[in-house]
């Protein structure tokens, strides 16, 4: 689970880079991502600054393909990471998406993902995202409701086409994670009740415009442990199994994603022991099945650099001092640990500053909320205004969320592909913050 306070040592700068094999320290260059130095990106666009790692994409899909084999469709779930630089990676290297919105789908649309390799996901679709969808040939739909069901087959009955959809079932299976991004719990807003799927997707083969070609299944976010997924994969074979000796066809188990990373010290989800639990519970089935990962990703290819803009010393509750390390980087940039109380590794990017001896610190942006922090009690060296630092393991659900709060403008985001590196959006102006805002003129 995510914690802002764990409990434990925490890892050293050097336990956190030998984990990521992408960062490396140089004597001279300092902090450096693939081959290049991260310094010279933030002196060219300032800070804070988004960086993600081209190879490290590279590198983690090839690994997950290579556990999941050619049988298992990979549909990346956008949401993690929408910027089409992102998608464009991906997608070159075979993978589908997992979109959650008309946007999203939009999105992967522009960086060349076929619609029919994409998934539609989520509660809430719309009329007007239902039918863009659905004329434009999209994979399959995971219909989250009966009454979904009944949207998505007016809208397709009126464009005079067919659906394809997946039943996403709610297996009441705790992933033991994070309450926040659980999703596979009865009182969790997702998916269609145990007790009522095997009528429901009765009810859709009988529908016209409807295609009914499987299930879907998704539990949460950010696990680590497979006895949660092989439970919910356990429960869902043998919704299978029941559907198949009704008479119905079932082709499809679309398995979600959820797979966890190494943030601090938590075990990352091996994709190998994932393989493994799919193929013992859903292998002798015949499915075509697929997998939605976002986090597992994305997640460790990604950093935000921020740089110090002073350290206030001050006077802790207990009457000794207290170290606040002020960034320039906030919540509104990455809102993970004011969200979701989440720890990330933060790293000098000063070769001489990684080594010089720590004091506990606690980690805090400009914004007017006190739970603007990123760390607390965090061991770092003493740090000089201007002094800069990277935040690991930001590429997923850092810069997707981040906002304008404190009419403060999105930071720019660089992609580093080997020894190069470019801008894939430029930081936004202050003036662009109104440039859509009118005043009406009887104020």
């Keep these: 689970m995510d914690a802002i306070t764990p409990i434990g040592p925490d890892p050293d700068f050097a336990e956190l880079l030998a984990a990521r094999p992408g960062l490396s ?51 990346y779930a956008v949401k993690a990471n929408d910027h089409l630089a992102v998608l464009r990676i991906l997608g070159a290297e075979g993978a589908g998406a997992d979109v959650v919105s008309g946007g999203e789908f939009a999105r992967a649309r522009q960086a060349g993902m076929a619609p029919g390799a994409c998934v539609f996901s989520g509660v809430g679709k719309t009329r007007e995202e239902l039918e863009t969808a659905i004329a434009a040939g999209i994979g399959q739909i995971n219909v989250e409701s009966a009454e979904e069901l009944a949207r998505i087959d007016a809208v397709a009955a009126a464009l005079g086409l067919v659906a394809r959809i997946a039943l996403r079932v709610n297996p009441d299976v705790d992933a033991g994670t994070h309450a926040k991004i659980t999703t596979g719990l009865a009182e969790n807003k997702f998916g269609i009740a145990w007790q009522q799927a095997a009528g429901l997707y009765a009810h859709a083969a009988g529908l016209a415009s409807l295609r009914p070609v499987g299930l879907a299944v ?48 938590e075990t990352e989800a091996d994709p190998a022991a994932f393989a493994g639990a799919l193929r013992a519970t859903l292998g002798d089935l015949g499915l075509h099945l697929a997998i939605e ?15 110090v803009v002073l350290v206030k010393q001050a006077t802790g509750p207990d009457g000794l001092g207290q170290r606040f390390v002020v960034l320039d980087a906030a919540m509104n940039d990455l809102v993970r640990p004011a969200m979701y109380d989440a720890w990330h590794g933060i790293v000098p990017l000063s070769a001489s500053d990684a080594v010089g001896p720590c004091s506990l610190a606690d980690v805090v942006g400009p914004v007017c909320e006190s739970s603007d922090t990123f760390a607390r009690s965090r061991a770092l060296p003493a740090l000089a205004p201007d002094a800069r630092v990277a935040i690991l393991d930001a590429g997923a659900y850092g810069s997707v969320m981040s ?8 930071a720019a985001q660089a992609l580093v592909d080997g020894a190069r590196w470019t801008v894939i959006r430029p930081r936004q102006s202050i003036e662009a913050l109104w440039a859509t805002e009118s005043v009406p003129n009887w104020i």
Excluded: K
């Design 25 to 75: 320290l140089h004597a001279q260059d300092g902090l450096v991502l693939e081959d290049v130095p991260l310094s010279a990106i933030a002196d060219a666009l300032g800070t804070p600054c988004w960086v993600i790692s081209a190879g490290t994409l590279r590198a983690r899909y090839a690994r997950l393909r290579a556990a999941l084999g050619d049988d298992v469709a990979i549909h």
């Design 403 to 410: 906002s304008t709060y404190n009419a403060r403008p999105l």
């Design 218 to 265: 998704h539990i949460g976010s950010q696990i680590g442990r497979m006895a949660p997924f092989r439970d919910a994969f356990a429960r869902v074979a043998g919704l299978v199994r029941g559907l198949r000796a009704a008479g119905q066809s079932v082709d499809v188990v679309d398995c979600g994603g959820g797979l966890g990373i190494t943030y601090r010290d």
């Design 293 to 307: 990962p976002g986090r597992w990703l994305v997640a460790p290819a990604g950093l935000l650099l921020t740089s």
